[in-house]
């Protein structure tokens, strides 16, 4: 049973395009993360969300949308792709508000031309 | 502002030797703290995380680490490193403040195992 699961797993596109990547999640969090790893493994976090509600918005780019659906789901929007988009992007989610351990998905390779 | 320090980039040691991958952090109280690691090509999964009590907590594949509040540091140890434990590795601080549970990473120290 996959406790954490993104799709897609790796997604090659070229500028300008718009793409969605999805992550789900089954173990009854009330919390879920998007972070974006670059390719010297630096994670930086982009949002978070508690209860479908926006918690955290970090400085990124409003090219980027998340959309939590319900508490088990929040995908990603990305319109306008750019060079620098070209990123991990792992999704993650907490049992507990509070600093609470992370659970991660195993990642989205996005790769723009 | 909560923030971690990981000192070493990359750490090579042989197999069958011990392991101490150093974290600092800065947090206005006590904190919550993380160990994560990351084989390559995987996502990040937790070793194990100090909330409170004792100070020296036990995780998953015989790791465990040391809260010094004094030094402000979180030390991951292994006593005897296995090839399949090199991976990229994370200490984090998490945060007790919000309801979002923010955590903030290290940069992360990269582990290479020799035969």
């Known amino acids: 049973d996959t406790a954490v699961s993104q799709t897609p797993k790796y997604l090659v596109t070229q500028m300008g395009n718009d793409k969605s990547i999805k992550c789900e999640q089954n173990l009854g969090h009330d919390t879920m993360y998007w972070y974006k790893q670059d390719s010297k493994k630096f994670l930086k976090i982009m949002f978070s969300y508690n209860n479908k509600e926006l918690i955290i918005n970090e400085t990124v780019p409003n090219r980027f949308s998340p959309k939590s659906p319900d508490k088990a789901h929040l995908n990603l929007h990305i319109n306008s792709l750019e060079l620098g988009d070209s990123a991990v992007y792992f999704c993650?989610?907490?049992?507990?508000?509070?600093?609470?351990?992370?659970?991660f998905g195993p990642g989205t390779r996005l790769l723009v031309l | 502002a909560q923030s971690v320090t990981q000192p070493d980039i990359h750490i090579t040691v042989s197999e069958g030797a011990s392991l101490e991958l150093r974290c600092n952090y800065s947090y206005g109280a006590t904190p919550y703290l993380f160990w994560y690691v990351q084989s390559p090509g995987q996502g990040l999964q937790l070793l194990l995380k100090y909330f409170s009590g004792d100070t020296l907590v036990q995780g998953i594949k015989g790791f465990e680490a040391e809260f010094k509040r004094s030094q402000s540091s979180f030390n991951l140890r292994k006593p005897s490193v296995h090839w399949s434990d090199a991976a990229e590795y994370f200490c984090?601080?998490?945060?007790?403040?919000?309801?979002?549970?923010?955590?903030?990473f290290g940069d992360g120290t990269t582990l290479t195992v020799k035969p």
């Open positions: 993650a989610s907490s049992p507990t508000g509070l600093g609470g351990a992370q659970y």
């Open positions: 984090a601080v998490g945060d007790k403040n919000t309801n979002a549970g923010k955590s903030t």
